[in-house]
């Protein structure tokens, strides 16, 4: 029956700002939450890292009513609604697909979170947050089941993420505890050392972040901004299906990075 008639808008958001916590993080950069209002009605959802046209475009395709996404189109500053802007919404307005975002909610998320996700992929069983932002502790730190090379624990990353990985070895060759933050987290080396971990696993760094690493004697494995963030939305679209009994399609659009 809920294939046929949906479930309403508002019931479907009122479970994710629940299961989410969307109010919790005010300090986030990011509007989280329902961005733009379509169909009343929802029968399938679609997920992806980012709200962008494509991902608009598939969603239209899927026949889903509904966009989740981590990378939203509406931040803390205001911006006109001109250009590309403008063309997304329109996309999304014409064919009545709302669009909700969760960004810092589905980091740290203790369950279909992206940090907790990477944390079950390879095996840590009891992790603590770490890595002040703005308030939140975003990332987790935890010790591996069993002490590994560095080189076996990128082998490992590389074949269950399916992407490339860029490793700066500045600490020990042998890993024992690990401090993960998903996406841009480079900046949370000092941290994570701070923790006790012999390596940081992140999506991405910067310039400014690599003599901290190197300087705290921690190793830092960037596994993609991308495919450290893809995991968050995998699993909401899971909790979805099963929570909810909607049709959820996971829409996967690489950037490289």
């Not at 509406?74 to 403008?86: K, S």
């Not at 900046?187 to 901290?212: K, M, N, R, V, Y």
Request: hydrophobic residues 40%; aromatic residues 4%; positive net charge.
């Amino acid at each position: 029956m809920i294939e046929k008639t949906g479930l309403r808008l508002g019931a479907v958001v009122g479970f994710l700002d629940e299961t989410l916590d969307i109010g919790g993080y005010s300090g986030d950069s990011s509007i989280n939450g329902l961005q733009v209002e379509g169909s009343s009605r929802i029968r399938k959802v679609s997920l992806a890292v980012d709200a962008c046209e494509r991902s608009i475009r598939g969603a239209i395709r899927n026949g889903s009513e509904l966009l989740i996404t981590h990378h939203g189109l509406l931040w803390g500053q205001a911006e006109p609604i001109t250009g590309v802007m403008a063309h997304r919404m329109r996309l999304l307005l014409d064919k009545r697909v709302s669009l909700y975002s969760a960004h810092l909610p589905l980091d740290c998320h203790a369950d279909v979170g992206n940090n907790a996700s990477l944390s079950k992929l390879l095996g840590i069983k009891k992790t603590h947050p770490f890595g002040d932002y703005h308030g939140i502790k975003i990332g987790l730190a935890g010790k591996l089941p069993r002490p590994i090379s560095v080189r076996s624990l990128v082998s490992k990353l590389r074949r269950l993420l399916g992407a490339p990985i860029r490793t700066f070895a500045f600490g020990p060759g042998i890993s024992r505890k690990i401090g993960i933050v998903s996406g841009g987290g480079a900046q949370f080396a000092l941290g994570a050392a701070a923790e006790g971990c012999d390596t940081l696993l992140t999506g991405e760094t910067s310039h400014s972040a690599i003599h901290p690493a190197r300087e705290s004697g921690i190793n830092l494995v960037c596994a993609g901004h991308y495919a450290t963030e893809t995991l968050g939305v995998k699993a909401l679209g899971k909790l979805i299906a099963e929570s909810l009994g909607l049709q959820t399609k996971f829409i996967d659009i690489p950037t490289g990075l």
